[in-house]
Every structure is written in structure tokens, then in C-alpha cells.
């Protein structure tokens, strides 16, 4: 059985930063990513990462976000730098199986305000 488990998250002041880490067992993962969703919007991809590294992320957090995995964990990481308050969403781990298709974390708040 998958299982993704999220933590970090949290209320920061704009220009400050979060880390978000999610732990996922039970399968193997190609791709392992973030999405976001904010109130009265549609769910967005934020970064995602294969098993060899290959990066991809929304052109709105290119230059501030870095997602990270350790694939003998099983853990990919998103850091959070120069939070903006339009980074205010709901992050949501999202991850990509060999066998199962795609599973979805809890969600973990994240907002941004002064």
C-alpha cells in the first residue's frame, strides 16, 4: 500500500522560507512531485523530479523553490525561498508509481502573510 506522509508547512512572513518534506513507501516512484491549490483556483503543478534528477517547475517559483529527492529514501523535499503572499495554497505531495499510478498526500497549508 502507498503511503505519503508530508510535513513542514506553516505561516512565514513574505521574503522568508519553508522547507515541505514528504516520505512515501510501498512502491516504487518514478516521479515525484508538488501541486499546489489555492483558494478559488484550479490545483497547479509547483516541481516535480524523476529518478535521474530532471527538475521541472512553474515558471511563478523559477529561481525561489528547489525540490530535492532521495531516492534511497523515498523523500523528495521542496525549499521555499523569497515566499510571496500569492505562494499562499495548499501543498499537496504528489508521486508517480512503477505499478499503481499516481497517489496524493494530504495536503500541508502553507501561507504567507505579514
Known amino acids: 500500500q502507498v503511503q505519503l506522509v508530508e510535513s513542514g508547512g506553516g505561516l512565514v512572513q513574505p521574503g522568508g522560507s519553508l522547507r515541505l518534506s514528504c516520505a512515501a513507501s510501498?512502491?516504487?516512484?518514478?516521479?515525484m512531485g508538488w501541486y499546489r491549490q489555492a483558494p478559488g483556483k484550479q490545483r497547479e503543478l509547483v516541481a516535480s523530479?524523476?529518478?535521474?534528477?530532471?527538475?521541472n517547475y512553474a515558471d511563478s517559483v523559477k529561481g525561489r523553490f528547489t525540490i530535492s529527492r532521495d531516492n534511497a529514501k523515498n523523500t523528495v523535499d521542496l525549499q521555499m525561498n523569497s515566499l510571496k503572499p500569492e505562494d499562499t495554497a495548499v501543498y499537496y505531495c504528489?508521486?508517480?508509481?512503477?505499478?499503481?499510478?499516481?497517489?496524493w498526500g494530504q495536503g500541508t497549508q502553507v501561507t504567507v502573510s505579514s
Open positions: 504528489n508521486v508517480l508509481t512503477v505499478r499503481f499510478g499516481v497517489y
Open positions: 510501498g512502491s516504487i516512484f518514478s516521479i
Open positions: 523530479i524523476n529518478g535521474g534528477g530532471s527538475t
